[in-house]
């Protein structure tokens, strides 16, 4: 981590505005713009006005700006009674027009970077958002970019772009790197108490940066550049996205050794060192783990350097099934009725939707289930059939399915009743 040795008002002539300005956010009188209001950018919004600043945030998306305005939270996480009270106090006022950020005294931009689908990053939004920015930078101002990038960005894309117009970042104004750690739905680790990296172009930029996100966060940590603050993030998530594809790898093997992989979890996690669990599952989601690995090994590229981690686990990740079409021949408890209570299918269907399958089933003589949280309808087994499934599972032998047309179409059948006696087949697989 970087040493930081605080800038006072008696610091040189040439970071007498950074002294100014982490005056003015110390005080409170600093205007804050956002850009950008999603699952970054609204949290934080929110907590700079409950600090006591008023904020402007800027969303090219009208709903959004309007939700707010009306004091109606999107975001789980951000409760409503939060956005209208900063909102009624005239703290918090989202605007579509870009030309307000000429008032920000500090502009976070936090606006999303996805994949391509040649899974190269995806910048237009930083640069479309930078532009927006460089349009009305004035002297003093401090400009940190959130979005989760490769290392380079900023100081490579964002900073000539803001110095096209003669003011030069760390003399004329401040730049800074920091990451978002916002983990959505984690009651214990928030805005406020989830410690932040923070790396300027200089350090003054960095220390402005600092004295920004001191007014919301306990903890701050510098470190000496935008490259080494982006390097950050990208190891923590890198760090998650190889662990779980070790973790899908190990769930393979173990079911090739017939070893319960979970069992084997949850024994080598009673070590109390050395150790972290990670977990199997039917891939990665979100808009972190599954991308930003990606952003570090496309920049690696670029200088020659193959990442064969980040690739292996890329490739071991998308390669677990999800979202299979599970079709299930039988609701009811046993063959010809029309009773499904305790009915083993109820579990399978649980089971096989919390591992990320898309259930359907088939039953003549249960048309609609409602059981246990389970609410679905059947449908037609020829229906079925010719939408398409990845897998069917017997688990009533009623006479009255169609157990042709079942082993001619379906590409997988696991029988748990040994309905297809007789029949035989590489697809169909008996209990
Ligand atoms: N969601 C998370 O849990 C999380 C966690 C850490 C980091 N991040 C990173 O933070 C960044 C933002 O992610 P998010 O989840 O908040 O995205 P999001 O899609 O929820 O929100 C982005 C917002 O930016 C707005 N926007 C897009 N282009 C704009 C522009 N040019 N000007 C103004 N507004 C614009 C969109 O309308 C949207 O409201 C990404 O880089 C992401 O990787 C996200």
Redesign the pocket.
């Given at each position: 981590m970087a040493e930081l040795v605080p800038l006072t008002t008696s610091a040189s002539l040439e970071h007498a505005s950074a002294a100014d300005l982490i005056d003015r956010l110390r005080t409170k009188r600093a205007r804050i713009g956002v850009?950008?209001?999603?699952?970054?950018?609204l949290p934080l919004a929110v907590e700079f006005a409950d600090a006591g600043f008023t904020v402007t945030p800027?969303?090219?998306?009208q709903s959004?700006v309007d939700s707010i305005r009306r004091g109606v939270s999107y975001i789980p996480d951000v409760p409503s009674e939060r956005v209208r009270e900063v909102v009624d106090a005239g703290r918090l006022s989202p605007t579509r027009d870009f030309a307000i950020l000429a008032e920000a005294d500090a502009i976070s931009i936090?606006?999303?970077?996805p994949l391509r689908k040649t899974k190269d990053p995806d910048l237009s939004?930083i640069v479309?958002?930078v532009e927006?920015v460089s349009k009305y930078l004035r002297a003093g101002q401090l400009i940190v970019l959130?979005?989760?990038?490769y290392p380079g960005t900023t100081d490579e894309v964002v900073r000539p772009m803001l110095e096209r117009g003669g003011l030069v970042a760390g003399r004329d104004f401040f730049l800074a790197f920091s990451?978002?750690?916002?983990?959505?739905a984690n009651a214990e680790w928030h805005t406020g108490n989830t410690p932040k990296v923070v790396g300027g172009v200089d350090r003054a930029s960095t220390e402005a940066a600092c004295a920004l996100y001191e007014q919301i966060v306990s903890t701050i940590v510098p470190v000496s550049s935008t490259s080494v603050a982006e390097m950050v993030k990208l190891l923590e998530n890198t760090f998650r996205a190889v662990n779980i594809g070790m973790a899908n790898e190990l769930a393979l093997m173990c079911r090739h050794m017939n070893i319960d992989v979970w069992e084997v979890i949850d024994a080598a996690k009673t070590k109390p060192f050395g150790f972290m669990a990670f977990y199997p599952g039917p891939g990665l989601g979100?808009?972190?783990i599954p991308?930003?690995p990606f952003y570090l090994s496309w920049k690696a590229r670029q200088s020659g350097f193959e990442s064969r981690f980040i690739e292996l686990a890329g490739h071991v990740n998308a390669s677990m099934p999800r979202g299979s079409r599970v079709h299930l021949y039988g609701m009811a408890y046993k063959a010809d009725v029309g009773d499904y209570r305790e009915s083993p299918a109820i579990d399978i269907v649980r089971l096989l939707e919390e591992r990320g399958a898309a259930v359907s089933y088939t039953d003549p003589h249960v048309l609609v289930v409602d059981d246990h949280g389970v609410s679905m309808t059947g449908l037609g087994e020829a229906e079925a059939l010719a939408a398409g499934i990845d897998c069917a599972v017997i688990v009533t032998n009623h006479r009255a399915f169609d157990y042709d047309a079942l082993v001619r179409t379906a590409p997988l059948i696991v029988d748990t009743r040994n309905a297809l006696k007789g029949r035989a087949g590489a697809h169909i697989f008996r209990l």
């Open positions: 850009i950008g209001l999603g699952y970054v950018g800027v969303d090219l998306d959004k936090c606006v999303p970077t939004y479309a958002a927006e959130e979005s989760t990038t990451p978002e750690r916002v983990d959505p979100g808009h972190c991308i930003d």
